[in-house]
C-alpha cells in the first residue's frame, strides 16, 4: 500500500531537547511538506521541498531544520531554539513540485508534547 | 489581513439539512482553491476543488467560487452525522509553490 508514515506518533520532550520527527513516503511524490497545527488552529507551514536536495522555508521556519537527502525521506527536526514546540505536526507530499496541484497526501501526524 | 479566512465555528446544523461552509481570501491572483476535512484526532483529507467561476458539484457536496468577491463556499446537502468534522479551507497563492490553509471551520451535524 503506497502512502505516507510518520513516526513516532506520540513524542514527550523535555524542553532544551531537540528531537527529530520522521517522514517516509512510496508514493513517488516529488514534493514533501511539513505543518504544524495547533489546538482550533489552521495548518501553518514549517518547511517544504520541491525536489530531492532542495528545501524551502514556509511560514514558520525559526527553530526547525530539515533535511531531503533522498526523494522518500523528509525528517524535520525541532530544536532547542523553538520556544512553543508542543503541537500536532503533520507531514504531507504532492505529486509534482514545481506545478502543485493542491492535492496533498498526509500522514498520520505526530504529536509532540514538551514536559 | 490573512491570506485565507475562514469562521472557525463551531456551526451546528441539524441531520438531513444544508451546511454551508464560506471561506474569504486575500490574494486576487489565486486560481485554485480547495476544500479538506479533517475528523478529530486524524489528517486532512482533499474531498473538492475547484477552478472556475460558479459552482462544481461532486454528490452531496458543492463547491462555489466568486472571483470578484473573493469568496469559495462550500454547501454539503442531506448532512450527515458523519461529515462533522473541521472544514480547512486553502489555496494556492498566485507565484508560490505552497498551499495556505485558512483556520478550519468545525461543523457539528446533530442527528
Known sequence: ?115 | QKEVEQNSGPLSVPEGAIASLNCTYSDRGSQSFFWYRQYSGKSPELIMFIYSNGDKEDGRFTAQLNKASQYVSLLIRDSQPSDSATYLCALIIQGAQKLVFGQGTRLTINP
Not at chain 1, 77 to 100: D, M, R, W
Open chain 1, 1 to 115: 500500500d503506497g502512502g505516507i508514515t510518520q513516526s513516532p506518533k506520540y513524542l514527550f520532550r523535555k524542553e532544551g531537547q531537540n528531537v527529530t520527527l520522521s517522514c517516509e513516503q512510496n508514493l513517488n511524490h516529488d514534493a514533501m511538506y511539513w505543518y504544524r497545527q495547533d489546538p482550533g488552529q489552521g495548518l501553518r507551514l514549517i518547511y517544504y521541498s520541491q525536489i530531492v536536495n532542495d528545501f524551502q522555508k514556509g511560514d514558520i521556519a525559526e527553530g526547525y531544520s530539515v533535511s531531503r537527502e533522498k526523494k522518500e525521506s523528509f525528517p524535520l527536526t525541532v530544536t532547542s531554539a523553538q520556544k512553543n514546540p508542543t503541537a500536532f505536526y503533520l507531514c504531507a507530499s504532492s505529486i509534482y513540485g514545481t506545478h502543485p496541484t493542491g492535492e496533498l497526501f498526509f500522514g498520520e501526524g505526530s504529536r509532540l508534547t514538551v514536559l
